[in-house]
T-cell receptor, first 113, second 109 residues
Framework: EAQVTQNPRYLITVTGKKLTVTCSQNMNHEYMSWYRQDPGLGLRQIYYSMNVEVTDKGDVPEGYKVSRKEKRNFPLILESPSPNQTSLYFC????????????FGSGTRLTVV | AQRVTQPEKLLSVFKGAPVELKCNYSYSGSPELFWYVQYSRQRLQLLLRHISRESIKGFTADLNKGETSFHLKKPFAQEEDSAMYYCALRSYNTDKLIFGTGTRLQVFP
């Protein structure tokens, strides 16, 4: 089944403790992206990647890192999480080019205390 | 600047009533527009895209370049339509999907 898999689904952590949220897709998509979803703010892009070893900042990249060593994986790294990073995170992937819609993961609900 | 505006945070209707979820955009060039739906505790799913001009689950959306709008419509709402709806614009330069803030549709029996 074609899908984007995120892990974990839920995570509670403490301020400053490094964490990684994994994202993997099995559709050979070039483009991958991370969003955070907050009430009243919709979805905001954190980072994106157009291909292996190519990553770029989205609208809200502060406090996050990503890597794209393989085409299928695009982990999101929080080196020193803070409470304002408590949010619902979505990974998405797509083929490049017009009319290529995104496939979203199930989301990761992160709470930083 | 590229922007998507959904002016309504919440839209409540009764079953069988018509629904219109508003979406306006700002984009220099020809936009590519989408509607995504998110049912409770589920992932976002593509509902429809303006290029295909199709009707999904009874929903339609027409791109109006003069008014820079892409409103989502359904003539008769159903309870199972209750969800969060996001309008999104895709940038040709970066392939980035820019989302509006979303509208929650509540359909009462």
């Amino acid at each position: 089944e074609a899908q984007v898999t995120q892990n974990p689904r839920y995570l509670i952590t403490v301020t400053g403790k490094k964490l990684t949220v994994t994202c993997s897709q099995n559709m050979n998509h070039e483009y991958m992206s991370w969003y955070r979803q907050d009430p009243g703010l919709g979805l905001r892009q954190i980072y994106y990647s157009m291909n292996v070893e190519v990553t770029d900042k989205g609208d809200v990249p502060e406090g996050y890192k990503v890597s794209r060593k393989e085409k299928r994986n695009f982990p999101l790294i929080l080196e020193s999480p803070s409470p304002n990073q408590t949010s619902l995170y979505f990974c998405a992937s797509s083929l490049m080019g017009p009319s290529r819609d995104y496939t979203f993961g199930s989301g990761t609900r992160l709470t930083v205390v | 600047a590229q922007r998507v505006t959904q002016p309504e945070k919440l839209l409540s209707v009764f079953k069988g009533a018509p629904v219109e979820l508003k979406c306006n955009y700002s984009y220099s060039g020809s936009p590519e527009l989408f509607w995504y739906v998110q049912y409770s505790r589920q992932r976002l799913q593509l509902l429809l895209r303006h290029i295909s001009r199709e009707s999904i689950k009874g929903f339609t959306a027409d791109l109006n370049k003069g008014e820079t709008s892409f409103h989502l419509k359904k003539p008769f709402a159903q309870e199972e339509d209750s969800a969060m709806y996001y309008c999104a614009l895709r940038s040709y330069n970066t392939d980035k999907l820019i989302f509006g803030t979303g509208t929650r549709l509540q359909v009462f029996p």
